[in-house]
């Protein structure tokens, strides 16, 4: 690791935080104040909601997992993890994506299966790093997809 006198920026460690099927039902707020949280795992709980404001204060991250558990939605301001690679999404509520999730560049890994979702918008090919997209259990209706450049 270079030092600052070197005249270069030391790398911040990289915060793995995991809290699986340990019954929470929100999203822990000491989460936001990890300096370095690069993989977050709170999957398998009870969580419905995530709380606005959270995404902006974790935008460093590279891996997300809040499957298995009763989100309803997620909030648009995921637009602000541009760093994100890999989202599971698996086993929640929900109904669709937001529309900025399909900001993300750099994701590209996302399993949103076994969801509620019908509908998957063509902004789906903005996400040009996007190598594996899973989104089997879905109620997704041929007549509404339109992927243009993925079919």
Known sequence: MASAADGQQEEQPRVTFI???VGLTTVPAKVMALDGLAVLDLAHNQIEIVPKGF???IA???NLDLSHNAI?????EVAALKGLEVLAITHNCLQDLPEGL???TALQDMNASYNQIDFIPNSIGN???LHVLNLAGNQLRPSRVTWAGWV
């Open 72 to 76: 309803k939605a997620l909030p648009d």
């Open 127 to 129: 996400m040009e790093g």
């Open 19 to 21: 809290k699986r099927n």
């Open 102 to 104: 399909f900001t993300l």
């Open 55 to 57: 995404f902006p204060e």
């Open 60 to 62: 460093q991250l590279k």
